[in-house]
C-alpha cells in the first residue's frame, strides 16, 4: 500500500543546530506538503512543492527550507533551532493541488532546548 | 487574513446521541471545505468533503454546508466512543495549496 512515512518520530535538539526532517512519500502524487501544529494555532502550512525543483512558501515559513529533488521525498531543514520551533511537524502530499484531499505521514514531534 | 473558526470543546456528547460541530469561515470566496478526524498523537485522517450548498452524506457523517451564512458543519449519527477525538475544518479558496485553512479543531469526547 502507498503510504507517506516521516522520520524521525521524535527528535530533541539544542538552539542553532542545524536540523533535517525527513519527508518519504510512495504515493507517487506530486504535490508535497509541510505543516506545523501547535496548541492554540491548529495547522499552518511551512512549505509546499508542486514537483520536482519547484518549492514555495507557505505561511510561517521563516527559519526553514525545503528542496525537492525527486518525486518522493521533501526533507524540511530548521537552517538555526529556535525554542520557538518546538512543534509537531506534519508532512502531507495530494495528487493535486487545490481542494485535493490531504494524505499526512505519522508526524515528528520536535523539541528545541 | 483568511480564518476558519471552531469552538476548541470539549464538547461532550453521550453515547448514541448526536454529535454536532460547527465551522464559520471568513472569505466569501471560498470553493469547498473538508472534515478531518485527528485522534490524540496521531495524522490528521480525511472525513468528507463538500463543494455545494446543502447535505451531503457518508455513513453516519453528515456534511451540511450554507454559502450564505458561511457555516460549515458535520453532524455525526450514534455516535460511538470511538468518535472522540479532535475534528478539523479546512476550506479551500483557491491559489493553490495556500488556499487551504484549517480551524484549530474541536474537541469531541463520547460519553458511554
Known amino acids: 500500500d502507498a503510504e507517506i512515512t516521516q522520520s524521525p518520530r521524535h527528535k530533541i535538539t539544542e538552539t542553532g543546530r542545524q536540523v533535517t526532517l525527513a519527508c518519504h512519500q510512495t504515493w507517487n502524487h506530486n504535490n508535497m506538503f509541510w505543516y506545523r501544529q501547535d496548541l492554540g494555532h491548529g495547522l499552518r502550512l511551512i512549505h509546499y512543492s508542486y514537483g520536482v525543483q519547484d518549492t514555495n512558501k507557505g505561511e510561517v515559513s521563516d527559519g526553514y527550507s525545503v528542496s525537492r529533488s525527486n518525486t518522493e521525498d521533501l526533507p524540511l531543514t530548521l537552517e538555526s533551532a529556535a525554542s520557538s520551533q518546538t512543534s509537531v511537524y506534519f508532512c502531507?502530499?495530494?495528487?493535486?493541488?487545490?481542494?485535493?484531499?490531504?494524505?499526512f505521514g505519522n508526524g515528528t514531534r520536535l523539541t528545541v532546548t | 487574513q483568511k480564518e476558519v473558526e471552531q469552538n476548541s470543546g470539549p464538547l461532550s456528547v453521550p453515547e448514541g446521541a448526536i454529535a454536532s460541530l460547527n465551522c464559520t469561515y471568513s472569505d466569501r470566496g471560498s470553493q469547498s471545505f473538508f472534515w478531518y478526524r485527528q485522534y490524540s498523537g496521531k495524522s490528521p485522517e480525511l472525513i468528507m468533503f463538500i463543494y455545494s450548498n446543502g447535505d451531503k452524506e457518508d455513513g453516519r457523517f453528515t456534511a451540511q454546508l450554507n454559502k450564505a451564512s458561511q457555516y460549515v458543519s458535520l453532524l455525526i449519527r450514534d455516535s460511538q466512543p470511538s468518535d472522540s477525538a479532535t475534528y478539523l475544518c479546512a476550506d479551500y479558496s483557491g491559489g493553490g495549496a495556500d488556499g487551504l485553512t484549517f480551524g484549530k479543531g474541536t474537541h469531541l469526547i463520547i460519553q458511554p
Open positions: 502531507a502530499s495530494s495528487e493535486r493541488g487545490g481542494p485535493s484531499p490531504l494524505h
